[in-house]
Every structure is written in C-alpha cells, then in structure tokens.
C-alpha cells in the first residue's frame, strides 16, 4: 500500500530556510505515471499548491512562491524534497507531501503533513 | 493564478442534497476537464473524491456526484449524512500548475 511521509523540523526562524522531506513506500517515485507535489495548508485556511516534481527532475511551481521555492527527487532513497527559503510567519502552516498522476492530475494519495511554525 | 471560487459554507438535513460551486477561469476550469475535489475532516489530509471533472475513485460513494459548465464545477452530494460533514476543496489543472479552491465548510444540520 502506496504510504508518503513527511519529515523536517518542525521550528524555522524567520528568514531561513524551510526544509522537508516526503518519503515514499509502496511506490516508485521514478514512476512515469506520477508526480510528486508539496501542498500547504495555513492554520485554519485552505489549501495552497507549492509545487511538483517528476521523476526526471522537471518542476513546476507555484507562481507566487516560485522565487522561493525548490524541489528535488531522490530516486535512490524514494524521496523528494521541498526547500522554502526566506521564510515569514506567514509560511507557518501544516505542509502536506501527494502523488500527482500525471495525466488525470488528481492527488492522492495525501501524506499525514507536517506542522512548520516560523517563529524566532 | 488566482484561488478557484468557492462558497465559504454550505449546509443540509440528513437526506437531502447539496451543491457546492468552484468557479475559475478560461485558463484553468474553463481550458482543462481536469477539475478533482477532496474531502477533509478535521485534523486529517484531505482525501480524493472525484477526479477529471466527474469520475469517482473506487470506494468513494456513488452519492457523490460533479459537473462542469464553463468555468465553473460542481460537487453534488445527495442523501446527505452525518459523515459528510467536512470541509470540501476542488482543484484544477491550469497548465503546469495547480490551483485550488478556497475550500467550503459543509454542515450537515
């Protein structure tokens, strides 16, 4: 059964950088079938589209986020990863880590996401 | 790209039906048959309820049901129950980026 997991501390100041990591069991992220996308989801709001990876490495960002925003893949260790950089409190939300398929676009499944505060 | 449109708060009795709206643009709803939704209780990750604008995942119920006109989706879920009380986000495809709905709060009364 497909399982994705986020991992990364879970306290970032202000003006570093965020990063987390999405560890895939069940599945190949070297898959042609999938991506591999970064999702948040700010206390209490909704939820906001970071970015995706294929296995090749081609990314694809979120216009609003994409100067700040890094992904990568590691086919060998069945993970990708997310880097946020110069964040704000307003980067504070709970990061959730999906397969994307590819042709039908939907994501799923969902990994339990992570809670990243920006705080000093 | 700007955040789908969707009605803060829905609400319905147990049995009934209800309709929620996600409305977009030619760049996105309106340019791609690619619109999904998901489900999401609180304190859990959402979950995929239907996909490419109307199909159902296996295991979802067939009381789920959605539609697209223009730029705009629709989630329908008929004979409402108790467990579908969730907040609800579509999402759709623009074109090498995704976008997703401001989410509705639906409550069943």
């Known amino acids: 059964q497909l399982q994705l997991q986020e991992s990364g501390p879970g306290l970032v100041k202000p003006s570093e950088t965020l990063s987390l990591t999405c560890t895939v069991s069940?599945?190949?992220?070297?898959?042609?079938?999938?991506?591999w996308g970064w999702i948040r989801q700010p206390p209490g709001m909704g939820l906001e589209w970071i970015g995706s990876?294929?296995?090749?490495?081609?990314?694809y960002y979120n216009p609003s986020l994409k100067s700040r925003v890094t992904l990568s893949v590691d086919t060998s260790k069945s993970q990708f990863s997310l880097k946020l950089s110069s964040v704000t409190a307003a980067d504070t939300a709970l990061y959730y880590c999906?397969?994307?398929?590819?042709?039908?676009?939907?994501?799923?499944?969902w990994g339990q996401g992570t809670l990243v505060t920006v705080s000093s | 790209q700007s955040a789908l449109t969707q009605p803060a708060s829905v609400s319905g009795s147990p049995g009934q039906s209800i309709t929620i709206s996600c409305t977009g643009t030619?760049?996105?709803?309106?340019?791609?048959?690619?619109v999904s939704w998901y489900q999401q209780h609180p304190g859990k990750a959402p979950k995929l309820m239907i996909y490419?604008?109307?199909k159902r995942p296996s295991g979802v119920s067939n009381r789920f049901s959605a539609s697209k006109s223009g730029n705009t989706a629709s989630l329908t879920i008929s004979g409402l129950q108790a467990e579908d009380e969730a907040d609800y986000y579509c999402?759709?495809?623009?074109?090498?980026?995704?976008?997703f709905g401001g989410g509705t709060k639906l409550t069943v009364l």
């Open positions: 999906a397969r994307i398929a590819a042709l039908s676009t939907w994501f799923d499944p």
């Open positions: 069940g599945d190949s992220v070297s898959s042609r079938s999938y991506y």
């Open positions: 990876i294929y296995y090749s490495g081609s990314t």
């Open positions: 030619s760049s996105d709803v309106g340019n791609y048959n690619l």
């Open positions: 490419e604008v109307t």
């Open positions: 999402c759709s495809y623009a074109g090498n980026l995704w976008v």
